[in-house]
């Protein structure tokens, strides 16, 4: 009665037709890098989920889909979730879960409405843990002004997941007259920070690995849509929106200045790193550049506004530190160069993987 | 320098306020049943998920959330999908993953526009599984005649996650007047579903645990949109529409029966139950009421509309064996018996667990 199990045969990507030189790093498995945020990850949205879903709203590759429905103009975004440790210095899974879809949104300029969120929960893990992360995800959602409408739970075996993964997707209304996307970057536009940078990935790594930096790393783990309301109350047209989170700063602003075919280029002495993160990156041999953020964005807009979308976002709690940090320029469309105190420029490229992997 | 790790305390819930005689069946961790759609999954979002992300649309429980957004009517949904084997007789996770979220929608009567998937890759699985489940979930979105947006890929370590995990989430347009969920259903209301069950949960035993059972079965996972549009045709007043996946016709039913706070009444002879699902089911000693449905639904609707809608569902391609199988009566409320070919009538309770883990 017992018979061998026939699975379908799946076939095998056509690497052939692929433009890239090495493609997918010529892994045929997936290694965590793929999940890093950088080219690898890349790669494996271009190659092989753009051509099997290929509509012309996902290739855009932006935080969120802006897409109109029954007369309303929605941006819709999704994350999944698998942090470790699941609770780290100044937040949670929970709280990573609705920030960061969150964030998506407003990265479309769109104030977040409704959450959906799916639990895939590993047997034996203990319910009080499901309950603290359920009831950060409901702190977070009431503090960002979203409400979770509709959940799954699924249990995997016990070895299998770690605890607890989630996903969130998230719709919102993007307001009249908004047009934020990564291709409008100009040369001549103003790069701006809303904030301090390096600072989750580092209270991640701390909190992992058990390492002290002195003074305790916390995640800046925040919703930035109030944030990005008070940008677009004071400047509608706004170019460009990123929050710089897998891949750090440099992964972000890359994708821009490809997007764009612009160069930027960042000035080293106005980037906003905080004593400790210089510290741990010094230690551990990372470049804060690439470590990941989850309450900073991005801005690109026109040198004319630049000032007094400054100054609405140092009037913002998370907005308190923001500076400029660099320009978009004509030269070396698609490169980011950082120019030193010294007057040199090095090469910011976008990473392969991902220096600090899971992190959100 | 290192140090200790100290995670944050998580509280324990709360069990003494809790209602139920036996909160979360007495286990302080997660077991295989809470993901099983059952007793168990109930508890866990009555007692854990609906007070931490309290609000009036999530405690409607219904298969997808009905909301306003800048004017528009939408269904909102999500489902994970963690089921094994990836790939099956009949389909992948990645047809599941599709056809899980379309049905969701369908059940507030919706057709769904747009899709967001999160992928959960596992460190090491070959990129050809990855491209095939992306190729299936390309195929099933463009058959149901939805557009994937937005996406996201978490890798996860070798040993963690199954392959692949998935996560959909969609939204959908309700059209005007259209007024579907559990709460509607009438004493006096017929009972339809719209053909064969048990088939998808049995397609993937079989192949999970290697046993066959003379004819092959294949799962019926499909889009129920067309159907339900068929339906919707000649009768705008639907009461309720759900589909049995897991937990099955039984479940399903209990929970219309609870949310309506009417009787269920099934003529057992009336179940379209296939020879090779009851053989299954005979020799795994499972009930087919219980088994989960990938391409099925479930209808209430008002008597004098029951012709009309039958006739209109058999003209569909995926309700030729639509059949009434019962009534909604004003006895025994909450409760669903199901009369014998001798007259006797037996409960059909909801399972505490589920019979069959991981069936999507």
Known sequence: MVEPVTLPDPTMPDFSGWTCPLPLRDHPNVVMGHGGGGQMSGELIEHLFVPAFGNPVLAGLTDSAVLELGGARLAFSTDSFVVQPLFFPGGSIGHLAVNGTVND???????????????????????????????????????????????????????????????TA?????????????????????????????????????????????????????????????????ARDVHVLRDPTRGGVATSLNEIAKAAGVGIELIERDLPIPETVANACSFLGLDPLYVANEGKLLAIVARDEAEEVLAAMRAHP???????????????????????????????????????????
């Open 105 to 167: 949104l407003a990265m479309s300029g769109a104030q977040a409405s409704y959450l959906s969120c799916g639990f895939i929960l590993e047997e034996g893990v203990e319910l009080s843990v499901v309950a603290q992360i359920a009831a950060d995800l409901g702190a977070a959602a009431e503090h960002a002004g979203v409400t979770v409408v509709t959940g799954d739970t699924k249990v995997v075996d016990a070895g299998h997941g770690d605890g607890v993964y989630l996903n």
């Open 170 to 234: 998230g719709i919102g209304l993007v307001p009249d007259g908004i047009d934020i996307r990564p291709q409008r970057a100009r040369p001549g536009d103003v790069v701006i920070v809303s904030g301090l940078i390096g600072v989750h990935g580092i209270a991640i790594m701390s909190v992992r690995e058990g390492i002290s930096f002195g003074t305790e790393v916390v995640s800046d783990c925040a919703p930035l849509n109030g944030l990005v309301a008070a940008m677009l109350a004071v």
């Open 318 to 360: 998370l907005g308190g530190d923001a500076a400029v940090i660099g320009e978009c320029v004509p030269a070396h469309p698609g490169m980011v160069v950082t120019r030193t105190a010294f007057g040199a420029t090095r090469v910011v490229d976008t990473p392969i993987g991902e220096q600090l992997p899971r992190i959100c």
